[in-house]
Nanobody, 121 residues
Framework: QVQLVESGGGLVQAGGSLRLSCAAS?????MGWFRQAPGKEREFVAA????????TYADSLKGRFTISGENAKNTLYLQMNSLKPEDTAVYYC?????????????????WGQGTQVTVSS
């Protein structure tokens, strides 16, 4: 089991940027970001595989969000640009097992506590 701690959330105006970070307590294989807005289900944002560095994004977020990380430092990032009020949510970091990069919550074993992102109009 890996402990995950997110940071970097906050309040930003529409059009602004934020970079989220996720620190893992140990080795990870696949990592992802999910988000959950009030009254909505948790949804996939982006994921990365440390094996080969492949990335996957939610179609609606391509071009605005970028996932990256430093595997040697057990750190994951999410750069969010051109933020919109509809991006307001709690953002979660997740770690999954070796294998195909997942886009569903059940494909991840370990989760952080989440960090709040609020985008004002």
């Amino acid at each position: 089991q890996v402990q995950l701690v997110e940071s970097g959330g906050g309040l930003v105006q529409a059009g602004g940027s934020l970079r989220l970070s996720c620190a893992a307590s140990g080795r990870t294989f696949n990592m992802g970001w999910f988000r959950q807005a009030p009254g909505k289900e948790r949804e996939f944002v982006a994921a990365i595989s440390w094996s080969g560095g492949s990335t996957t994004y939610a179609d609606s977020l391509k071009g605005r969000f970028t996932i990256s990380g430093e595997n040697a430092k057990n750190t994951l990032y999410l750069q969010m640009n051109s933020l919109k009020p509809e991006d307001t949510a709690v953002y979660y970091c997740a770690a999954g097992p070796l294998g195909r990069v997942g886009v569903y919550s059940y494909e991840y074993d370990d989760w952080g506590q989440g960090t709040q992102v609020t985008v004002s109009s």
